[in-house]
């Protein structure tokens, strides 16, 4: 079972729904291209079907991944401990930077936030799942062993 917060979860959802929103136009442009003959060498059919099958594939693994998952917002959890969703304020103990990062189920690519996003299948983010305020934590990084200590839950 994958955990994903409630905002993960609407943007799964606006997604699939956009690419279920689509189906009628990929079909047109199949319609279309096919209505040109000869379709061994058409390719504007051979692109929209790949379209239909790439559209269709996403819309399966979309589907399957929200039948799946939990939305750990609705979950009971200890106030300080660091779960899914958590926005948790970090000290580099190597230089003694402070930074927000956020754990998230999947990386939403929105790198205006205020935090770093942190996916829960990173090393960084299996080392902070389930920690608490004031442990310190070790992560092995692409450059190396990084230690932080857990300042707050913001």
Do not use: C, W
Request: net charge negative; proline share 3%.
């Amino acid at each position: 079972m994958e955990f994903i917060t409630q905002e993960e979860k609407e943007r799964i959802e606006a997604k699939l729904q956009e690419l279920i929103d689509r189906r009628p136009e990929v079909t047109a442009r199949i319609a279309e291209a096919r209505s040109h003959g000869d379709l061994k060498e058409n390719a504007e059919y051979h692109a929209a079907r790949d379209d239909q099958g790439m559209d269709e594939a996403e819309i399966r693994r979309l589907t399957e991944r929200l039948q799946n998952a939990q939305v750990a917002d609705d979950m009971e959890l200890p106030e300080n401990m660091v779960f899914l969703g958590s926005i948790v304020k970090l000290k580099d103990l190597d230089d003694g930077d402070e930074d927000l990062y956020k754990l998230v189920g999947e990386a939403s690519g929105n790198f205006d936030a205020d935090e770093i996003e942190v996916t829960v299948s990173s090393p960084l983010g299996e080392a902070l799942m389930k920690a608490s305020v004031g442990d310190t934590i070790k992560a092995e990084l692409p450059r190396g062993t990084k230690r932080f200590e857990i300042l707050e839950l913001v």
